[in-house]
T-cell receptor, first 116, second 112 residues
Framework: GAVVSQHPSWVICKSGTSVKIECRSL??????MFWYRQFPKQSLMLMAT?????????EQGVEKDKFLINHASLTLSTLTVTSAHPEDSSFYIC????????????FGPGTRLTVL | QKEVEQDPGPLSVPEGAIVSLNCTYS??????FMWYRQYSRKGPELLMY????GNKEDGRFTAQVDKSSKYISLFIRDSQPSDSATYLC????????????FGAGTRLFVKA
């Protein structure tokens, strides 16, 4: 499977500030990356799907202006939470896929965001 | 009705027990079935991946898919305390994009 890293692993920020989370595919050409958020004891909620070099596709109910996604290369995608508020506090996880036939998703270790 | 139903548990078993984790689904188009293991505050780790119906075995883990009943299972033999985690089932269709649907996850505790 693919090796995926996320940075930072944990971030605390003040309300109103913006936070950028990086997702890197270390050994895999990721044509597609996914961003999820997960609240405690709940399952993964898909936020958006991004394909390298094109705009992300956001799930219904996810504010694209608040959660900015950039997938500039086959190994890097970033999620920026703009003007963060306490309700944005969550566990954000990215995954990668080559979108080729039966390939599945490989997840990063996640980033815990706490907004004060 | 959710597309994928999974009992959140928690499920508590003694060390050495056989664990059975299950999911049901409603979309007959699902062809690919996965099981992920997620430790607390970590990303999910792919455990098993199966296509269509049948069984797949990998060490102490066995995945079963019964498409006629829309039911999938993950069996863990000789369970260990290190198996304590949340297990998520996931599935997707072969067409209509690449959207994977996840179950809610079952929390498993294996007591030493």
């Amino acid at each position: 499977g693919a090796v995926v890293s996320q940075h930072p692993s944990w971030v605390i920020c003040k309300s109103g500030t913006s936070v950028k989370i990086e997702c890197r595919s270390l050994d895999f050409q990721a044509t597609t990356m996914f961003w999820y958020r997960q609240f405690p004891k709940q399952s993964l909620m898909l936020m958006a799907t991004s394909n390298e070099g094109s705009k992300a596709t956001y799930e219904q109910g996810v504010e694209k202006d608040k959660f900015l996604i950039n997938h500039a290369s086959l190994t890097l995608s970033t999620l920026t939470v703009t003007s963060a508020h306490p309700e944005d506090s969550s566990f954000y996880i990215c995954s990668v896929s080559s979108l080729a036939g039966t390939d599945t998703q490989y997840f990063g270790p996640g980033t815990r965001l706490t907004v004060l | 009705q959710k597309e994928v139903e999974q009992d959140p548990g928690p499920l508590s078993v003694p060390e050495g027990a056989i664990v059975s984790l299950n999911c049901t689904y409603s979309n007959s188009a699902f062809q690919y079935f996965m099981w992920y293991r997620q430790y607390s505050r970590k990303g999910p780790e792919l455990l098993m991946y199966t296509y269509s119906s049948g069984n797949k075995e990998d060490g102490r883990f066995t995945a079963q898919v019964d498409k006629s009943s829309k039911y999938i299972s993950l069996f863990i033999r000789d369970s260990q305390p290190s198996d304590s985690a949340t297990y998520l089932c996931a599935m997707r269709a072969n067409t209509g994009g690449f959207k994977t649907i996840f179950g809610a996850g079952t929390r498993l505790f294996v007591k030493a």
